[in-house]
């Protein structure tokens, strides 16, 4: 494996912090709990105006009780700024709750879309869309939209209601030590569009390293069988610490420097509005131009003006990390499924399995090298039919759009006179089964993965087709027998084993149609005996198709079909084909000869 030193380009983000066409996509999974997000603001609102009311009330203590001498303004002063605590626990407390709700249930829905939309895509887009970038958008991007949600985008709004509330208030107590106070503000505003500048680069960067590492991560679990076997655990491991999970702690600690940076700069700021306050506000009180109490009180919403200021400037990270998040999980839910059912189509009614390929040509909407070329063929109904050929000649191509999971390019297939185009995807795939070469098995017990084709299986039944492909008598010898949990992938079963259950499951299913891809080539020659006596009673009465290289699984279909670079060159049976003495003679003599 050739490991690149260049981080993939998986995860830029959009050219501008805000955009507004992403920000009006996402507001519509907002719009559903709008009511409870009206609310949430309404107690930001509170929560704003309780915090600049405690400043006041210790101006009206300073005042007009202790310097007044009035121990019941004092009293009443102490009185009202506890109340006001209470209520600004009670609405930050509502407010929480209300909002972790609302982001709780834009996660759920979020991922319900996106794992529906996975669902339905087109088997292409899992071919050029690794596991490892889908997952990062699914948690990732979508737990960012929440904590954005929840947090950040409330936090912006209680942060201007802050600051109008506060800004409104200083003034009217002075205007000039109001202005005093914010002669930096200019200083500070250029300082932080400078960090802005620097940021979005390196917040393009951490994203893109994060995202790295994510997929080898996926890559080296998924791929850990291959990788002990070649012993690549050290290569592979120093590939990920010195370059990917080091290009991550980079970029993180670049970052981290320019932020360590310009937050202490920004409290800088405030400190020396503090002290121009403190200094020439002193001053004030000791002309008696203004009271202690005032002098105080600012120096207290000077303290609560900038905190908002930074809060803002803090929340610029998070709001480019919310357009990227965005865009992405948009990207993937605009994704076009690139095999629809069309309007108006019929159900497939219980088929008998005749097929036809007419005029058939195909190639990929990225490629427009044909995979396929004038493909014409009929099989009757009960027939089984083997597809040979070198690898790469368009067979398991031709399975693919037997089921649908690509349109032909040219020409048409047709079920029992059915246009497959005219019919919907599902009434045609649950009548078909497919075996392939690498059996998957989901979660769950042995009964439960039996069962996957057709969840109204007695346990009877569940065992019957068990029996009947042979898979029997080693389930019974598992811990559990049926009940036994297999594991993520079937990871405590064998090939074998994990073939004998598709086997049963495709038998369960009792499909109309077929398909083996490579289904016996993976197995022992042991296991291989097995399957083929349950073949025959597999591929009774059903139309069926084998791809396969060993001749045991093809000898005794009804026709062979010899395809080459897309077109078929030879069909007929075994005996027929090898009498000719043309290619499919050539690949039983190189390829397929039987020791």
Known sequence: MTQSIVPPQLDDLPSKSYDPQIARKLAGFIRPYTRMVLVSILYNAVTA?????????????????????NLAVLRNAVMGYLLVAIIQWLSVHLRVNAMAYVGQSIIYDLRKFLFAHLQELSLSFFNRYSVGRIIVRVINDVNTLRDFIVWDMLAIVRDFFSLVFILGTMLVMDARLSLLAFTVLPIMAAATLAFRKRARGNYRASKAAISWVNSVLAENINGVRVVQSFSREEINYGYFKNIVNKNNLDTNLRAARLSSFFYPTIDFLSSIAMGLVIWLGGAA???????????VAFILYITRFFD???DLSMRYDALQSTMASGERILALLATSVEVQDLPGSIELPRIQGEIKFEQVTFHYSDDPTPVLCNINLEIAPGETVAFVGKTG?????????????????EGQVLVDGYDLHQVTQNSLRCQMGIVLQDPFLFAGSVKDNIRFGRLDASDE???AAAQAVGADGFIHNLRLG??????EGGIILSVGQRQLISFARALLADPRILILDEATSSVDTQTERIIQNALARLLKNRTSFV??????????ADRIVV????????????SDLLARGGEYFLLYSQRFEED
Do not use: C, M, W
């Not at 009180?285 to 005032?294: D, K, P, R, S, Y």
């Not at 000649?393 to 390019?409: E, M, Q, S, V, Y």
């Not at 049926?482 to 594991?487: A, F, G």
């Open 49 to 69: 105006a309780t915090s600049v009311a405690g400043p006041y009330l210790v101006k009206v203590a300073l005042d007009s009780g202790l310097a007044g001498n």
């Open 285 to 295: 009180v000791l002309g008696e131009q203004i009271t202690a109490g005032v002098l």
């Open 482 to 487: 049926y009940d036994t949990p297999v594991e």
């Open 393 to 409: 000649a368009g067979k398991t191509t031709l399975i693919k759009l037997l089921a649908r999971f690509n349109d032909p390019t």
């Open 547 to 556: 791809i396969a290289h060993r001749l045991s699984t093809i000898v005794n």
């Open 308 to 310: 908002p200021i930074r």
């Open 563 to 574: 395809i080459e670079d897309g077109r078929i060159i030879e069909q007929g049976t075994h």
């Open 461 to 463: 039944e569940v065992i």
